[in-house]
């Protein structure tokens, strides 16, 4: 029997033959792609001649071509079309793989060429890519530990260990902790204001306890309506502290001596391989490069953001007075931003989806990258599909082919919750053809009925806006190496497109281009566009500042030296400046930030703002000319087809001329 993932594949651009593939394909496929790969890079390490640029480091990027294929559509279909089958291959298939990719790290011979080359770098001559494809191959061992010696290999493998350990641990923590705690109502007047719907889940919680009257838990979606519409301030504080206290009581679950050993642990690793501290050889890695232009960055927009957050408060201070309150809490914030908010502007999504077809916004998706890059949609029939739902477009730019789209918008059972854009193959050059990406955009709206096309929420749209941002940046992808292209840029630089798009979801004249309803035709009143201008930056001063807070509490956990005595000191110390409300003493936010103590966001909190900033200025930039000024189009696209290839802080001023600036996020928040 042959196995169709080991063969070369005889379809249409070479796209996924799914109609062949069978589940039990997989396995033996990845099994024999992994030896086949390790054979390569042993032929690399092995190599009888010198180590040269092109049979070293190019042979290393080029190597593993069709493994990587298949696991783009292994995990593609694990997200995007499962089950049970599926997934258990996933449990076998991922050791593998990190033990393959552990081989590749580990590999001495291998990191000896190429540390060689490296040194004699400057014998070579290389071009841009060819020198940052060097650099990234090369740092990426030194980061692994390959400079070290035997006993400090050993070190590092041991922190490695127990970080991942108490990391693990942390996130348990937090988890058993909001599960441990529950709020029991029988009184339904103590729940006034919060809807019919949300009570009745809270009714639901109480009969799985074998309890009567009402049950509300630290789950977000059942403690966010408590702060959000219960009138009584009592209750809304009794949670919020609760909330607060997660994995800070002192209790089993506290994290604050986690805390501690996590942070002198990634202080120690990041000593061991060379760097001041932990965000130093985090942000080695990023665009922002080093902690002190990120922290220079925070508190800059700390100080321009500060008075809005002060007025925002004061706004909702007002309405808080009315009920007797002369000093608003953090628990109250949420209650009256939702009571100013329905007083301003009252509007829900169902109102706008009648305007938002998804056809008509996939339209104007299309249209817009053909005004900005010349590119043009053809749907084809002639491409497999792993589900029918799917469609496939065949992108091209003139005559010539760009890229092959999967549009994949409705959600099943074997899908996960969200959107996200992947692709299926990567954009790369070798032996001079031009290999074209095979890009796929996900999603989850709903599906069209007999009566009703598929409508859009505002934020759905949005949402299509954004994935088809990252998608652009595949299919525009033009680059040598597979592994510099596209998408595979630095982890704060990756958001700029997408992000960018959805700019363009709030120009009125362009809305109302597509923006139409389904039945009548109408075109979105002009009041309705004001209301969702409005609502986008309702709260942003605050919103600010919360995000801010995150941001420098992260980098100072990461900092030089970094010494944490005791938590809630340490914590509120470190961002008194972004507080707008009186610190509770019986709560903390780092011990359940699981974002810096379990995820992978340590030292990089901050790239939410940074992200927008550099969106909102690349916008501003187009503002200024015309939102479809063909020169700047020409300039963005350039950055786009540029990938990983060049340093993104180089590649965004080649497009503006300048570094982002703080001022053009703050003129599109507050005006
Ligand atoms: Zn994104």
């Known amino acids: 029997m042959t196995n169709p993932l080991l ?85 076998e298939v991922s050791p593998l793989l990190t033990e393959f990719a552990s081989k590749i790290s580990q590999n001495e011979q291998l990191f000896s060429r190429i540390k060689k080359v490296y040194d004699e770098k400057d014998h070579y001559t290389l071009n841009e890519e060819q020198k940052m494809l060097l650099e990234e191959t090369y740092k990426g061992f030194v ?120 942070v002198q642990l990634r202080q120690e690793k990041a000593e061991l391989l060379g760097y001041k501290s932990f965000a130093d050889y985090v942000l080695e890695e990023r665009m922002a490069k080093s902690p002190q232009k990120v922290l220079e960055f925070l508190n800059e927009l700390l100080t321009k953001a500060k008075p809005f957050a002060e007025k925002d408060v004061e706004e909702l201070s007002v309405l808080a007075k009315a009920d007797g309150i002369t000093e608003m809490q953090s628990y109250d ?29 996939q339209e104007a998706v299309f249209g817009l990258a053909g005004k900005l890059f010349g590119l043009e949609f053809v749907e084809t029939a002639d491409i497999q599909k792993y589900h029918a739902d799917v469609k ?42 031009n290999h074209r990406p095979h890009i796929s955009v996900v999603c989850n709206f709903t599906k069209p009925t007999s009566e009703t096309p598929s409508l859009l929420t505002f934020n759905e749209v949005t949402t299509l806006f954004h994935e088809f941002g990252h998608a652009l940046h595949g299919v525009l992808a033009n680059t040598q190496y597979p592994n510099l292209s596209g998408t595979s840029v630095k982890w704060d630089f990756v958001e700029l497109p997408s992000q960018f798009l959805e700019n363009y979801c709030y120009e009125p004249e362009f809305l109302k281009t597509f923006a139409k309803h389904y039945q009548t035709g ?75 103590f379990q995820g992978g966001y340590s030292a990089g909190y901050y790239s939410y703002k940074w992200a927008e900033v550099l969106d909102a200025d690349a916008f501003q930039y187009f503002k200024e000319n015309g939102v479809f000024d063909p020169l700047i189009s020409k300039k963005f696209k350039t950055l786009l087809e540029s990938g990983g290839t060049k340093d993104p802080m180089e590649l965004y001023k080649n497009f503006r001329g300048s570094e982002p600036k703080v001022e053009s996020l703050l003129k599109r928040a507050f005006g």
């Open 7 to 91: 063969q070369s594949f005889n379809t249409k651009y070479q796209s996924a033959p799914f109609a062949e593939i069978k589940e039990e394909h997989y396995l033996p496929a990845f099994k024999e792609l992994i030896d086949k790969s390790l054979q390569e890079i042993q032929e690399i390490s092995q190599n009888s001649e010198t180590p040269t640029f092109e049979n070293t480091i190019e042979a290393l990027a080029y190597s593993g071509e069709q493994l990587d294929v298949v696991s783009n559509i292994f995990f593609n279909l694990n997200s995007a079309e499962t089950n049970d089958e599926i997934q258990q291959i996933a449990q």
């Open 143 to 262: 980061r692994n530990g390959a400079l070290l010696n035997d006993e400090k290999k050993e070190q590092l493998k041991n922190i490695n260990i127990e970080l991942s350990k108490k990391s693990l641990q942390f996130g348990q923590n937090v988890l058993a902790a909001t599960n441990q705690y529950y709020k029991h109502l029988t009184n339904k007047e103590d729940l006034a204001g919060i809807p019919e719907a949300i009570l009745a889940q809270y009714e639901e919680e109480a009969k799985e306890r074998n309890l009567e009257g009402y049950v509300i838990t630290l789950q977000f979606p059942s403690l966010l309506p408590v702060l959000t519409y219960a009138e009584n301030r009592e209750l809304r504080k009794e949670l919020a502290i609760a909330n607060g206290k997660k994995s800070f009581d002192g209790g089993e679950f506290d994290n604050q001596n986690l805390i501690k050993e996590l």
């Open 333 to 361: 914030h949420a209650y009256y931003a939702e009571k100013l908010r329905k007083q301003k502007f009252d509007f829900n999504d169902e109102e706008l989806k009648p305007y938002f077809q998804l056809d008509k916004v």
């Open 392 to 433: 496939t477009y065949e992108i091209y730019e003139g005559e010539n082919f760009k890229a092959l789209l999967y549009a994949d918008y409705h959600p099943r059972k074997g899908k996960r919750a969200g959107a996200w854009m992947t692709s299926f193959k990567n954009q790369y050059i070798k032996n001079g053809k």
């Open 522 to 596: 109408e075109v979105l009143p002009d009041e309705k566009i004001q209301k969702i201008e409005d609502s986008k930056n309702f709260m942003e001063g605050y919103q600010t500042l919360r995000q801010l807070s995150f941001g420098i509490l992260d980098m100072s956990y990461h900092a030089e030296n970094v010494k944490v005595e005791d938590v809630k000191t340490f914590e509120t110390e470190t961002i008194k400046a972004t507080q707008v409300y009186p610190t509770l003493a019986e709560t903390a936010v780092s011990t359940s930030f699981s974002h810096i």
